[in-house]
């Protein structure tokens, strides 16, 4: 049974830095696509960052970019998302997520939530201003 489990939400002040971990079990990751999603409060679930098996393709929504950096250690199964500048707007339940469809060319098949098959309960992330 596959199994993606995250970790490292909490609650920090806006200037500050958080690390979030995702891992996957179940079957061999390190073949496919791992992706960052959040959802706030009555918004709907958006696409944070995502990240090619090698590592060498990586995606991240404007929002982020700068800030956060996404990463992989296949060996662990593991992806981590290092926040750092956090904003009250990053306040958000952050949920991994492994892509294990057929690649195609395209950012989307790396950014659509509808790609990803395999989902974790998410990690809550709090920002104070």
């Known amino acids: 049974q596959v199994q993606v489990v995250e970790s490292g939400g909490g609650l920090v002040q806006a200037g500050g830095s958080l690390r979030l971990s995702c891992a996957a079990s179940?079957?061999?990751?390190?073949?496919?696509?791992m992706g960052w999603f959040r959802q706030a409060p009555g918004k709907e679930r958006e696409f944070v960052s995502a990240i090619s098996w090698s590592g060498a393709t990586i995606y991240y929504t404007d929002p982020v970019k700068g800030r956060f950096a996404i990463s992989r250690d296949n060996a662990k199964n593991t992806v981590y998302l290092q926040m750092n500048s956090l904003k009250p707007e990053d306040t958000a339940v952050y949920y991994c997520?492994?892509?294990?469809?057929?690649?195609?060319?395209?950012?989307?098949?790396?950014?659509?939530?509808?790609?990803?098959?395999?989902w974790g309960q998410g990690t809550q992330v709090t920002v104070s201003s």
């Open positions: 997520a492994v892509n294990i469809r057929p690649f195609y060319s395209g950012s989307d098949y790396f950014t659509a939530s509808n790609n990803y098959d395999y």
């Open positions: 179940g079957r061999t990751f390190d073949r496919y696509v």
